[in-house]
């Protein structure tokens, strides 16, 4: 077609001619906001398995996630030993003081009243407050005594790695936070990047079907809006590392900007979601290296029920009898136990404090290299990039043909 021809035509349909930059705007918004909600919904597999369905990217793949934010926050962040040092036995122990006297008071009269309720109904008052009086002034020692036999080496305890893992897995929607609350800007960009990027390369699209006027430009240019809108807007989060002068502009990966920003909001989550004292309770408690932890609970509680029984022993095996006594402490041991994450709850705070993991992971964010700063969000989006990319360029054909048919038939209709 010569040029006055073209005129003519875009003069006759310019509303066709006007279309194509927002249809193409469109599809890269449309492309954009289905390859962000494709990362994080739904989080649980809907469809019919294996493969007639779907489950985010980021759901589907939480437990690699997890590993992955343990190997950033072990590597480069926190080390859990240095962590668990600040904490002071003696604040400790003084700090968990109360709820352990009342826990310790309810223990014996519930253990007692079950396993020899005659034997313990017939002490005097001023006896039983006073054996369990005993038993409270020394808790504090056996408290710090078994704080400082786990402290020595907190890995022998509890595995963080199972920890991090296992709740990231578990909360799936906790997964998603991890990048969400990171990478709010840089999400919302993505999204709006399609409307730039897409109403640049319609208008490209309108010259070229001003020349050719060839049906397969729709759906090529609406593949290669969707594709091209995500690939660029992906790469511009991380890309460059460094910042650069260009034309001159100053050019700098959107993540990589934020740095200071995302290390304040990382910190938080770390230390509120993850690496809370409350967490790490229940990774001693029911994690791979439990068993440890309760046999020196075990132990701690039966030395101390024979050292507070003293002088009275004798008397308490001869009225509950040999075996009873040690189905008593075995079961004193297990109470004490169970009740550990009730009765632990006076000593969170303390224990936040002084573990400070979120001044500590801000302050080692801040002095990542690049590199290890892009790690933070980078495995979000690699590895699942090609199917968010390629989801994207065939919803953009498909937009593209539908615009094509529109193009070609509506204006013979009209």
């Known amino acids: 077609m010569d040029w006055p021809s073209i005129a003519a035509d875009f003069q006759r349909h310019w509303w066709v001619y006007a279309s194509m930059p927002v249809m193409a705007a469109v ?11 494709m990362m994080f919904k739904p989080l649980e597999f809907r469809g019919i398995p294996p493969y007639l369905g779907w489950q985010g990217m980021l759901p589907r793949r939480a437990g690699k996630m997890a590993a992955v934010a343990y190997d950033m926050i072990s590597t480069n962040l926190v080390n859990i030993q240095d962590l668990v040092d600040k904490i002071d036995p003696e604040e400790f122990a003084r700090q968990i003081r109360e709820p352990i006297d009342s826990a310790i008071e309810e223990l014996a009269e519930s253990l007692l009243a079950e396993y020899q309720p005659d034997f313990w109904e017939s002490l005097p008052d001023s006896v039983r407050r006073l054996l369990i009086g005993r038993i409270q002034s020394q808790a504090p020692g056996v408290v710090r005594e078994l704080f400082e036999q786990v402290s020595k080496d907190i890995h022998q305890v509890v595995d963080v790695r199972d920890l991090v893992v296992s709740n990231l897995t578990r909360n799936k929607q906790l997964t998603n936070r991890m990048i969400e609350d990171i990478a709010t800007p840089e999400i919302k960009f993505l999204v709006r990047s399609g409307i730039y990027f897409g109403a640049v390369i319609g208008v490209v699209q309108m010259l070229v079907w001003a020349l050719t006027h060839n049906p397969l430009v729709m759906p090529i240019f609406g593949l290669f809006t969707g594709w091209i809108t995500d690939y660029v807007a992906l790469n511009m989060l991380f890309v460059p590392s460094e910042p650069r002068k260009f034309l001159g502009l100053t050019v700098h990966g959107l993540f990589l900007r934020r740095q200071h920003e995302v290390s304040a909001v990382y910190g938080s989550l770390i230390a509120k979601e993850i690496l809370h004292p409350r967490n790490l309770l229940e990774g001693m408690l029911t994690g791979p290296k439990s068993d440890r932890l309760i046999a020196l609970v075990d132990r701690e509680v039966r030395r101390t029920v024979d050292r507070q029984t003293g002088l009275m022993k004798p008397l308490v095996v001869l009225a509950v009898g040999g075996r009873r006594y040690q189905e008593l402490k075995r079961a004193a041991a297990a ?19 002084a573990l400070d993991v979120h001044n500590t992971i801000v302050a080692k964010m801040r002095e990542l290299t690049p590199t290890q700063f892009i ?7 690699k590895e699942d990039e090609k199917t968010a990319i390629a989801v994207g360029a065939l919803l953009g054909a498909a937009v593209g043909e539908l615009q094509a048919v529109l193009v070609i038939h509506l204006p013979a209709l009209l």
């Open 27 to 37: 599809i890269g918004y449309v492309t954009k906001l289905l390859a962000v909600q």
């Open 335 to 353: 109470k004490v136990i169970e009740t550990a994450p009730r009765t632990a709850q006076g000593m969170f705070e303390y224990a936040e404090r």
């Open 375 to 381: 790690q933070i969000l980078r495995p979000a989006f």
